[in-house]
C-alpha cells in the first residue's frame, strides 16, 4: 500500500472510530433504528455529528502530515469569492435548465403556491448548504485528493478520491443511494476540474455544490413540485435526481462550462 492510501485510509479510520460511538448515542437520542429509513430532521441531526469532528481531523492531519491549508484549497483572497458567486450562479443556472427540460416534457407538476414559502427559507438553507459543502470540499477535493495525488497521476487521484465521495454516501439510506453511485462519483470529477481550474482552490468546487444542495432543498423544503413518475429514465430513480439522465446532464453541461472557462479564462 502506498503512502497515500495509508494516509487517506487513515484519516477515514480515525473519523469513524471517533464518530461511530457518538452516532450509536444519538440514534438512541432521536429514535431512529438501523433498518428503518432516515427522516429529513434524523439525516440532519447525524450529519452533524459526523461533519462536526472533521475540522479537527483534518487540523491533526495538517500537523501530522506537514501540509498547508494552502495545499487542501484553502486560502484568502479576493477572487476566493468571486470563484464561489460564479459556483453558487452556475449551479442554480444548471438546475433551472434541468427542470425547464422536465416541465417541457411535462415530467413534474409545479405548486406556484408555495413559492412564498422560500421567502423564508433560501437564506438559512444556503447558509447550511454551504457550510456542508465547505466541509466536504475540504475532505474530498482538499485533504483525499492531495494526498492521493502526491504519488498518484492527476486522473488517478481524481477517478480514486471521487470515488471514495460517492462510495462514502453509502453511509446515508444505501437503498436510494445506490442508484445515484455513477451520477456521485461524476459529481465529484467535476469538481476537482472546478478546483485545478480555479489555481488549486476550493471555491469555484463550494459554490457549485453549495448551489445543488441549496437549490434541491428550497423545493424539496417547500413542496415546489411533485414528479409524475415515481421511477423514470429522466428525472431518476425514486425520483432522485443523481440517478436519472437529468442529473447527468446537468453534471456534464456543468462540467463543458468548467471545460470552456478554462480554455477562455476570467481574471478575477
Not at 46 to 73: C, Q, R
Not at 228 to 254: E, V
Request: proline fraction near 5%; aromatic fraction near 12%.
Amino acid at each position: 500500500m502506498s503512502a497515500s492510501w495509508f494516509n487517506v485510509l487513515g484519516f477515514l479510520g480515525v473519523w469513524a472510530i471517533i464518530w461511530l460511538p457518538i452516532a450509536l448515542l444519538v440514534s438512541r437520542l432521536i429514535n431512529w433504528q438501523p433498518k428503518a429509513p432516515l427522516t429529513p430532521k434524523q439525516k440532519l441531526i447525524l450529519l452533524a455529528t459526523l461533519y462536526i469532528l472533521a475540522p479537527g481531523i483534518i487540523i491533526w492531519k495538517v500537523n501530522v502530515e506537514l501540509i498547508t491549508f494552502a495545499d487542501l484549497g484553502l486560502s484568502f483572497s479576493p477572487s476566493n469569492l468571486l470563484y464561489m458567486l460564479l459556483g453558487l450562479g452556475a449551479s442554480v443556472l444548471s438546475l433551472i435548465l434541468i427542470f425547464s427540460l422536465e416541465s417541457a416534457g411535462n415530467l413534474v407538476s409545479w405548486h406556484w403556491q408555495n413559492l412564498r414559502q422560500i421567502q423564508t427559507l433560501w437564506l438559512p438553507i444556503l447558509s447550511l448548504s454551504l457550510l456542508i459543502s465547505l466541509v466536504e470540499e475540504v475532505i474530498f477535493r482538499g485533504y483525499i485528493f492531495i494526498t492521493l495525488l502526491a504519488d498518484n497521476p492527476l486522473w488517478l487521484a481524481a477517478i480514486a478520491s471521487s470515488f471514495i465521495f460517492a462510495a462514502l454516501h453509502l453511509v446515508w439510506e444505501r437503498k436510494q443511494t445506490l442508484p445515484q453511485l455513477p451520477g456521485l462519483w461524476l459529481m465529484g470529477m467535476v469538481l476537482v476540474a472546478a478546483r485545478v481550474l480555479t489555481n488549486d482552490t476550493i471555491y469555484l468546487a463550494l459554490g457549485l455544490h453549495g448551489g445543488w444542495i441549496w437549490g434541491l432543498t428550497c423545493i424539496d423544503s417547500a413542496d415546489l413540485l411533485t414528479y409524475k413518475h415515481s421511477d423514470h429514465w429522466f428525472t431518476g430513480i425514486s425520483q432522485q435526481p443523481l440517478a436519472g439522465m437529468a442529473g447527468i446532464l446537468c453534471l456534464t453541461l456543468t462540467g463543458l462550462g468548467i471545460w470552456v472557462f478554462s480554455v477562455y479564462p476570467i481574471s478575477p
